[in-house]
């Protein structure tokens, strides 16, 4: 007997038949032998109904009262799913953020999880009840709503799975598991039956959005052993998804790239001519801090005749607000010669844990790339991950030649 | 400075337009330097598609489960409001049921209220906020959601209002106040400026559906001062809505009779020839009772010949049921005569406190009735009412005379 935490996203709960689906689904693992806790999510799209409401009322949204109302989401979602258990003979019970006691700060729309109260689940699952629990919300100490912010459904899964201690906590989404790559763009793309926490981290921050970065960092943080499942698979045909590890996997076959992740939403930029003297990065990013713009990769390479260019990429919907930044407020300040951009960009990585005790990866990388006649303009490494920019037009080639080069198709 | 109860009804939370005016008048009443709690309801609607959506999940749902989501659509308005006001300046905080701590029973969806902690409205009132509660639900002791039953916001209302021993509790709806009889009959229905609670009983539950019943008794019990406004009244043009009192009126005018009501949903049953013996009361009603079929007016007069005749009134859209009822499972087993009944009746009422005071008043409303031709098919009284059972094609004129003949269009 296991204990088993399972999180169900807005699709899986998306209508009553959905909703019944996952009734059996749960049912199916109740009737091995496991206590079983359920995290849902709202309905699709009724968080943005809400949202939308409250925005007719209040231009900017009294973040108290909005999470308040977005809680509702979940809150209907639980009872349906408690309903649906109940109506094929499964006893199940509900339980809000605030009645579970999940204890955040009062960080209205974007609180941190601080406390989870085991007691009382603990005892309705002893007593085998199915627990069902409101993904993305919780409550402060002065009793007040609050939520975790978007996709915090996955961070209330992962916080339940390490306050009760859970054998696996399992994150049901419309994909069975993790990719070595997007099998849109790669037919051959193989599904990976382990990863590491540190690898996903790269994975789902380079585009393979398939886990919240919060929530694996949670799990890693708190060693829970994660694995993603398709809530979509039918009866008797359910695969086992993909398990996100601590440890690197042992075996012999250990692949040293696990995947190739890119993404197609960046526009790059950069400061030409810049004096090459300290506190220029700040001057440069400072602003583009100040403005909430995000940044991704950054370079700045050696310099000659006392100048330097400096390069960073952002989402590419920041990029004419970005570029203007620059023109306006930086360039003149740094005393630099230029500013230029370009939007037609994407990012491709290759990323593995093996690439650690693998020398050669990198240049395997630029050659593959090299004799598809892809020029690279910008490259980026971190200890698991080399990523390279290349024009926009060559992202499903250079994904497709790095994948059948690291051997991920076979 | 007065501490002032308001209750807002489903129709005016229905947009957030109308909410948008609802916030415009707690603003108006805060200015006068009142301390303001406001229930909401939901938005007119939500409550029958959360009720819709359970029951395709659970033919009959889960009562636990459809609190839990039921609850939300109050959790909605509350932060609607809160916002609506914090938009035009006004400081405000919403509290759910559980929030409050309205402590109920643990009967689901039907709860009764069991304590009201006022601590934490008090400080707010006191720090200078406006408090909005969600109406119709509260928290058993253990921490579960329990709704009061349709129509519970009247009561949440009233309950605030006993225990923070309110100066006054406005109810707001679509009419302006109480009637002495439907104005869409007679057009010369003046509005009353007060009525006793026991009037107020008599009117609401023969057809004058402005209050629900349960918060008058609610409010009578605990002497809390009722008001009845509508809140589609126009800025200035606002009047004082209809009192609810616990005292009789003590001016010299007085109406003996403070207003005609009337209900056309019912349909009178007879068993003929009934054994005048103990029980039969019981053995007729009991198998009607059973099948969960409400009885209103019952008559039974004097017998002779060793049998009786004993009629009753039921909703309209039971007639069928339980006249098969009475046929297949009554006639018999009490060795009745026949069963007769008639669907096209209505029943109209003259009620007022004065009458205690006041003999003759049946006979003129007999007398008036039988000038007009009128035949009164049953008669029921008590201390404050006195309903007739007539022809459902006499409904408008009697209501017009009587409100003429007992002076209530002057």
Chains 1, 2 share one sequence.
Request: proline residues 2%; hydrophobic residues 40%; negative net charge.
């Amino acid at each position: 007997m296991a204990l088993i935490v399972q999180k169900y996203g807005g699709t899986s709960m998306g209508s009553p038949e959905r909703i019944k689906n996952v009734a059996k689904r749960v049912a199916r693992w109740k009737a091995q032998g496991h206590q079983i806790v359920v995290v849902v999510s709202a309905m699709s799209g009724e968080t943005n109904r809400l949202i939308g409401l409250a925005r007719e009322i209040q231009a900017t949204p009294d973040p108290r009262e909005l999470d308040v109302m977005v809680s509702t989401g979940e809150q209907v979602t639980i009872a349906l799913l408690a309903m649906a258990l109940k109506s094929i003979g499964v006893d199940a019970k509900s339980y809000t953020g605030a009645q579970v006691r999940i204890l955040t700060d009062s960080s209205h729309t974007k609180a941190r999880i601080l406390d989870i109260e085991e007691k009382n689940m603990r005892a309705d699952l002893d007593a085998g009840k199915v627990i069902i629990v409101a993904g993305f919300q919780g409550v402060d100490e002065n009793g007040a709503i609050t939520t975790l912010g978007r996709g915090g459904s996955d961070t209330t899964g992962v916080a339940l799975a390490a306050a009760l201690k859970a054998d696996e906590c399992q994150i049901y989404t419309d994909v069975d598991g993790v990719y070595t790559t997007d099998p849109r763009i790669v037919p051959e793309a193989k599904k990976l039956e382990q990863i590491t926490f540190e690898e996903m981290l790269e994975m789902a921050s380079l585009g393979s959005k398939v886990l919240q970065i919060r929530s694996v960092e949670f799990a890693g943080k708190y060693k829970v052993k994660l694995r993603v499942l398709s809530s979509f698979e039918e009866e008797g045909k359910e695969t086992n998804g993909t398990l996100i590890t601590l440890e690197e996997d042992s075996t012999m076959e250990q692949p040293i790239i696990s995947g190739i992740a890119f993404n197609r939403d960046e526009a790059k930029l950069t400061v030409l001519g810049v004096p090459d003297k300290p506190g220029i990065a700040y001057q440069i990013l400072g602003p583009i801090s100040e403005a909430n713009i995000d940044v991704d990769m950054i370079i700045q390479n050696v310099g000659h005749d006392g100048t330097t260019d400096f390069s960073f990429t952002v989402n590419r919907g920041e990029y004419a607000r970005a570029k203007k930044i620059l023109e306006d407020s930086v360039q003149k300040h740094v005393g630099a010669r230029n500013v230029i951009g370009d939007e037609k960009i994407c990012k491709v990585s290759a990323v593995g844990v093996g690439m650690r005790s693998h020398p050669g990866i990198a240049s395997q990388m630029f050659r593959t790339l090299a004799e598809e006649g892809i020029n690279i303009q910008m490259i980026s490494t971190s200890e698991i991950k080399i990523s390279v920019v290349v024009d926009e037009k060559y992202l499903e080639l250079a994904v497709r030649v790095l994948h059948k080069s690291f051997g991920l198709d076979q």
